[in-house]
């Protein structure tokens, strides 16, 4: 991937990892950031990843549980998943975006040529 210094969302390569879910990713040397779209009353089961993420509700709400754990988040929370800890998110009743970064970089977010 090319060094980029600034980037608009259009310039970003965009994923769709499940129904309702799209993200814009920024992929660098020792991390990733991926700004997600969510829509409403969508539910993202319960999964595990090796690298920690950490995150901030940009707009809307979701109840998220992380390790058994459930808080209700809204604008301007942030969270913190642990590498290898489950997870999983149920957006609420309006359009949702939350900015995810994830350390060290996620490799599995594109196919391999």
Not at 5 to 22: F, H, N, Q, V
Not at 70 to 91: C, E, K, M, N, S
């Amino acid at each position: 991937m090319p060094k980029l210094y600034y980037a608009s969302p259009r310039d970003l390569p965009e994923i769709t990892p499940g129904p309702g879910t799209r993200g814009r990713v920024l992929q660098t040397d020792n991390a990733t950031m991926i700004v997600f779209d969510l829509d409403p009353r969508i539910v993202i089961e319960s999964h595990k990843h090796d690298v920690e993420q950490f995150g901030v509700v940009v707009r809307g709400s979701l109840a998220m549980v992380i390790a058994g754990e459930q808080r209700i988040l809204t604008a301007g929370d942030t969270y913190r998943i642990p590498a290898g800890a489950a997870h999983g998110v149920r957006v609420f009743e309006e359009p949702t975006q939350v900015i995810d970064v994830y350390s060290p970089p996620r490799t599995d977010l594109f196919a391999r040529s």
